[in-house]
């Protein structure tokens, strides 16, 4: 199917973001003409000092004559990650958005890659995105200190990771991709990665529910809707890896998310019979592992951190 002329809704979560997210707003200050609507939405009190952050972004973008396209929400008080999604979910489903509608979703830590963004879009500015698909990575890295934001050098090369093989190709089926990070699972990190709507109000309206914040992406690649998982060219995102973030101990936290995939890989299994022989192999793989770590007979497996080079920043 063709990619339709469209540009992705972003939407920022933002924690007790300080000056990472006014990083994060800098990053975005370039790029707003890439995006249809900007949604800055933050788990915090109206007074706090991230929302006075936002406040002075789109006043300062207003001073010089160039209106911002952010819409700021905040929750009024502290939430959970996935409390979280479905506020900003339902902000948008009540502002006139519709399910077909693409996400482009960035932490508050993280920054907007221009640089990827411009070489992907077409000349008038489109994303070439298409539907039934379900976008990750790859993502350039940058590492920085837990007690300082990183301050240079800003010219050098950037890591670019990525989770498909690397003498692969850069779209697979759903459940190929899911089998591949439930057998030997590769970093991922949400910044960056395109996905309707939809597929994102699924995840939090499906049973069980989701309570956790790891594996969103899994979760939201296999929405029925979704039949194929791609990676972009390059880097659409910068993240940013320091020892104290949720990052520095993703693997163990994911794995206790993977019990809940099981429901909606059945869902998805029920609309995609082909994907069955793979995901049931997968599950079963995970199955044995987990067997075998409960008889104190094996360990889990560690996060393949896989490199596809360097990208220009």
Known sequence: M????????LVVLDYRGGERFRRALASIDAAEDHFDRIILSITAPWNSPDVAIAREYVDARAARGEPSKAELICSGMELPTMQHQRFWIDYLMGTGATGSEWIYWLAYDDQVRLTGIRNLVDP???WPLVTGTAYFGPWAL???RPDALYDG???DDLESWTSFPLDGPLRLPVGDWISRQLRQPTYMQMSGSV??????????TAHPIKRGPMRIEMA??????????EEFAEPVSIIYGRS?????SYGNAARTEDLHLAAGLTRYALRHPS??????????SVATTYARVLARKGELPAEDWVVRGTVRP
Not at 195 to 204: D, E, G, I, M, N
Not at 220 to 229: I, Q, R
Not at 275 to 284: I, N, Q
């Open 2 to 9: 063709s990619a339709a002329p469209t540009r992705p809704i």
């Open 153 to 155: 050098p800003w010219d």
């Open 195 to 204: 996905v309707r709507l939809s597929s994102h109000r699924r995840l939090v």
């Open 244 to 248: 104290n973030s949720d990052r520095a």
């Open 124 to 126: 008038d500015g489109n």
């Open 220 to 229: 939201t690649a296999a929405d029925p809707s979704n039949d194929a998982v």
């Open 142 to 144: 940058r590492h920085e």
């Open 275 to 284: 994907a069955v022989p793979t995901l049931a192999g997968s599950l079963a």
